[in-house]
């Protein structure tokens, strides 16, 4: 398979503090990787890194071979790099529906000034975008609630709908930050299978997460990550044998990792 | 769907209606010719007004319309003046040197948020006044007074507007100036914001962060609204100075800044709509109040305070109410 995004050498130092540390890895095109680690392990700067919300010390991400680190966020997801929220960032004063067409945005042919004047392809814009902002909805489960407020959705919901935008811009790769924090099992479980319906729409996944017994159903491959280094990289299986990885967990080994 | 359109048109028609043919003829029948210079006022102010409601609806507080107001007055007043342009001409120079000054400015300073990018911009009123004192060719605190009405607008030979000096009724010429303004400015904001732009502009106002990862050049967006926000700022600062016929650097003050935010509050930040009746009825309440004396500023503030904590989406949400029951 080839490889949709490779990450090499990225180190991030924040003032004496190295965050990220001479991290290497790639993600396979329709993989399902996760990036995982305890508790300020450089996750979450990992993830900004990769998504170009913070630009790297050193090293680099190339996307199909294309340098993307150092770019401005919405250059980055142009190219294909889209990132969800850890939290349950939407834009929550809009209908759930108009949260889905707005995230179309990338793919409009119409300009500005063209949406202005209400031009041919501004109106073609509009009526493709409806239309896939519809299918998305209905393949995350959210087409009932789609001329709801979106700040009045539950939880589950929400974290579905943070989904469905960053599905709208059709990325070539989604990364998902901590998709399962503070979801119960039922809607953990539900969240695993609607991750494993975007890959076999043919979409690369990288995601963080807490959640061992979620990252250990849904990854193809996992990378660990401690004190900003990575420790480990191999299927669940593997991750689950290594001595380094239940060390980096100790205290917590049995559950914590899913044994 | 239709009917919806209907009533929309039907409300607009009605509106001009309103603004160009029962206003003039209530006016002329009543003899309060002073109605013109009010209502011109009212116009004018909700054109800034209307500048600032579109940085709102990118999120930021703005408190320094003020600002571009009174450089657009300058503009005008100094190309007439010194360098013997038509006011017609001035008019969009004036706004479009606003733009430009707004997008120097508005690069750097954009990118703070809340109530830092609220202090800015109030002492961005108080350096436009500073300079204006400072500068040479603005003419310090004597300011620039005795400026002509606006000559003759022609093209091709055709008088498209006659010289506003040869008029007898030069006050219902601004009027309409000022009116036609108003509603070119409202209609042009009511496409913006019913257009994909205005999702945009949303999407900034709700999470820059998510608007930038799903592609939004946010930085580009908020300089375009900003410098458009100016341009009105601008133009409605000209006219001032060519109905006054004069311009200090204390046409426009702090005071000014506030009240083009405050008449935006009062309308209702969510409606397109809001600066211009906020502005109708805090120009005419503060002029009612008047009576009170002393005791004005006191009941001005109060009653916005008691408005602001009663109706915090503002004049036109109480509109909205009364449809959601039915």
């Known amino acids: 398979m080839a490889e949709m995004l490779e990450v090499s050498g990225l180190t991030k130092r924040f003032g004496g503090l190295v965050a990220v540390n001479n991290v290497s890895f790639s993600v396979r095109e329709k993989e399902i990787l996760s990036v995982i680690g305890p508790n300020g392990a450089g996750k979450s700067t990992l993830f900004k890194l990769i998504a170009s919300f913070l630009r790297p010390t050193t090293g680099e991400v190339r996307l199909k071979g294309e340098r993307i680190s150092g770019l401005a966020p919405h250059i980055a997801a142009r190219k294909g790099v889209v990132r969800t929220f850890q939290e349950t960032t939407i834009f929550k004063n809009m209908s759930v529906r108009d949260n889905v067409v707005i995230a179309h945005h990338l793919r409009s042919k119409a300009s500005l000034f063209g949406f202005f004047l209400g031009t041919g392809a501004a109106k073609a814009d509009e009526a493709a975008f409806g239309a896939s902002a519809d299918e998305i909805l209905a393949l995350l489960g959210l087409a009932s609630l789609a001329g709801e407020t979106a700040r009045n959705l539950p939880h589950g919901h929400l974290r579905a709908l943070g989904i469905a935008i960053g599905l709208a811009t059709d990325p070539s790769i989604l990364l998902l930050d901590e998709p399962f924090a503070g979801m119960n099992h039922d809607e953990t479980m539900r969240m695993v299978e609607m991750v494993r319906r975007l890959r076999e729409r043919g979409l690369t996944i990288l995601l963080v997460e807490h959640d061992m017994p979620a990252v250990m159903k849904i990854s193809d491959r996992l990378v660990v990550l401690n004190f900003g280094q990575k420790i480990a990289e191999g299927t669940p299986s593997e991750i689950q044998a290594n001595e380094k990885v239940i060390e980096a967990y100790l205290g917590s080994e049995d559950e914590a990792i899913g044994l | ?326």
């Open chain 2, 1 to 326: 769907m239709t009917f919806n359109r209907n009533i929309k048109i039907a409300a607009g028609v009605a509106f001009l209606a309103i603004v160009f043919i029962a206003v003039p003829a209530a006016i002329s029948a009543s003899g309060r010719f002073d109605l013109y210079y009010t209502l011109t006022s009212v116009a004018l102010l909700s054109i800034a007004s209307a500048g600032v409601w579109l940085t709102f609806y990118i999120g930021r507080i703005n408190i320094g319309q003020g600002a571009y107001a009174l450089t657009g007055g300058y503009v005008s007043a100094i190309l007439v003046m010194n360098h013997g342009w038509s006011f017609w001409l001035t008019l969009p120079v004036a706004g479009l040197f606003c733009a430009a000054a707004s997008v120097l400015i508005g690069l750097p300073i954009l990118r703070l948020r809340g109530v830092y990018f609220a202090m800015v911009t109030l002492v961005l009123t108080e350096v436009a006044r500073l300079l204006a004192l400072a500068l040479p060719i603005t003419n310090g605190a004597k300011g620039i007074v005795s400026i002509p009405l606006p000559g003759a607008l022609s093209v091709f030979g055709v008088t498209l507007i006659p010289d506003f000096a040869t008029l007898q009724n030069s006050r219902l010429a601004f009027y309409l100036l000022a009116a036609t303004l108003m509603v070119v400015c409202f209609a042009v904001m009511y496409r913006l914001v019913n257009s994909r732009i205005g999702k945009l502009c949303q999407s900034l106002q709700q999470n820059e962060e998510l608007a930038s990862s799903i592609g939004v050049n946010i930085a580009y967006l908020r300089v375009i609204a900003y410098a458009v926000s100016s341009f009105f700022g601008g133009v409605s600062g000209a006219i001032f100075a060519a109905i006054s016929q004069s311009i200090y650097p204390s046409s426009f003050t702090v005071t000014d800044s506030v009240n083009f935010m405050l008449n935006c509050f009062l309308g209702g930040l969510g409606y397109v709509f809001g600066p211009m009746l906020g502005t109708l009825v805090l120009y005419f309440g503060w002029d009612l109040l008047f009576q009170t004396g002393q005791f004005q500023l006191l009941i001005y503030s109060g009653l916005m305070i008691v408005l602001m904590l009663v109706l915090p989406n503002g004049l036109l949400s109480l509109a909205e109410m009364t449809r959601k029951k039915d």
